[in-house]
């Protein structure tokens, strides 16, 4: 007999709330499990999206890109309209900047501000971006537009999943 | 460490009493198994418990992917147990707990009714046991639409022709459940999801807390 003796409370009572555990565990895990699902879906690799847009027809002028790709949510599929705003840069690479200004989500536009000409601007609250996407100090913005990572395919633009602009 | 905190707690708001009101009683010898394996019939009404509450847990998680809407029900209900984890396993448990409980519940039954343990004092539980069964078979027949498939539509069909069937009110009763005079359609899901989820329980639970109340004031029956 070792010195600490269980007594027959104590046995009953472990026995009974590791059966009572066991019994609510398998209960319970299938439920929490299908409950976090969405979490631990494997995310889709962000395929490269067609767009009309030639990229031989692309100007310096920032051009607004309109392209529908299909959005399966769940059990419901729609086909959803994404923008690019596209242009060549002086180095005459592409730049495809995402229209959603960073300040509150609204939709910003090219050179629509005739106080400040040659610039995105946002209605809504007045944010302003130069060209290349940066914010303009003491506008509502606090950073730059998203980038879309492009592709060059069969002639056409290609837009991946935007992305925050790196530099500061 | 566990005990710490229920000390902590207990001290301040002295739960003992309350758990030990609830839980701390002798099981009688005639009701324990361990005397007279007989005695298993005793389990019946404890199980048909054990299994509503897997009914109500699987019910609550089933809603976070389930859509009560023509359009939608079938397809989220076809997502949830194909493209979900554990989905077929959650609904499953739903489903044929389901008619595990009627089974539970008719075994109950005839427990009681055979050894005469709805004899006075105790015939106000008896009553409120046939007004849970009654609320069971209510939960079976409104959860049978919610699939939204084939067999669901049909079987709802019949319900309102059983339903149009009674004397005098009989379509006023049918409008009144359906929704619409004659389609089961988009208002019969929604209002057979609104009973199935939010009507049904919360009476269930009001029956159950005086079914559990009467056999803890009255006790269980003697032996035979």
């Known amino acids: 007999m070792s010195k600490n003796q269980v ?39 962000s395929d490269f999206i067609p767009t009309p847009q030639k990229v031989s027809e692309i100007t310096e002028v920032p051009t607004r890109v309109d392209f529908k790709f299909e959005q399966q949510d769940a059990w419901y599929t729609s086909e959803v309209t994404g923008t690019a705003w ?52 003491g506008t509502p913005p606090v950073a730059p537009l998203d980038v879309y990572p492009y592709k060059e395919k069969d002639g056409f633009l290609y837009l991946g999943k935007a992305k925050p602009k790196k530099e500061a | 460490m566990l005990n710490k905190i229920y000390d902590w707690v207990d001290e301040r708001l002295d739960i003992t009493p309350l758990w030990r009101d609830i839980a701390d009683h002798e099981v009688p010898e005639h009701v324990n198994p361990a005397h007279h394996f007989s005695a298993f019939v005793y389990c019946f009404g404890g199980l048909t418990f054990f299994v509503t509450v897997i009914q109500i847990l699987s019910g609550m998680f089933l809603t976070m992917y389930y859509v009560p809407d023509i359009k939608n029900a079938w397809e989220s209900v076809y997502y949830l147990q194909n493209h979900v984890a554990f989905g077929q396993i959650v609904r499953g448990m739903h489903h044929w707990g389901a008619s595990l409980v009627i089974v539970m519940m008719f075994l109950h039954t005839l427990r009681v009714f055979f050894q005469g343990a709805y004899k006075k004092p105790r015939e106000l539980n008896w009553v409120v046991g046939v007004l849970i069964f009654f609320v069971m078979l209510a939960l079976g027949l409104t959860g049978y639409l919610l699939p939204w498939d084939m067999k669901a539509l049909f079987a709802t069909k019949v319900t309102m022709q059983i339903i149009e069937s009674t004397p005098l009110i009989g379509t006023y009763l049918k409008t009144l459940i359906a929704g619409d005079p004659d389609i089961v359609g988009a208002q019969t899901i929604t209002r057979f999801f609104a009973i199935h989820v939010f009507f049904l329980p919360a009476a269930l639970f009001g ?4 079914h559990f109340v009467m056999i803890r004031k009255q006790g269980i029956s003697g032996p035979l």
């Open chain 1, 86 to 137: 596209v242009y060549l840069d002086d180095k005459g690479e592409i730049v495809a900047l995402s229209p959603v200004c960073k300040h509150l989500g609204c939709v910003v536009d090219w050179n629509t501000d005739k106080a400040n000409p040659d610039k995105f601007y946002c209605p809504c609250h007045g944010g302003l971006y130069t060209k290349d996407g940066t914010n303009v100090p």
């Open chain 2, 207 to 210: 029956l159950m807390a005086a």
């Open chain 1, 7 to 45: 007594s027959r409370r104590q046995f009953l009572s472990y026995t009974l709330t590791g059966v009572g555990g066991f019994m609510a565990a398998g209960m319970l895990m299938p439920m929490v499990r299908f409950a976090v699902d969405p979490v631990l879906q494997a995310k889709a690799e």
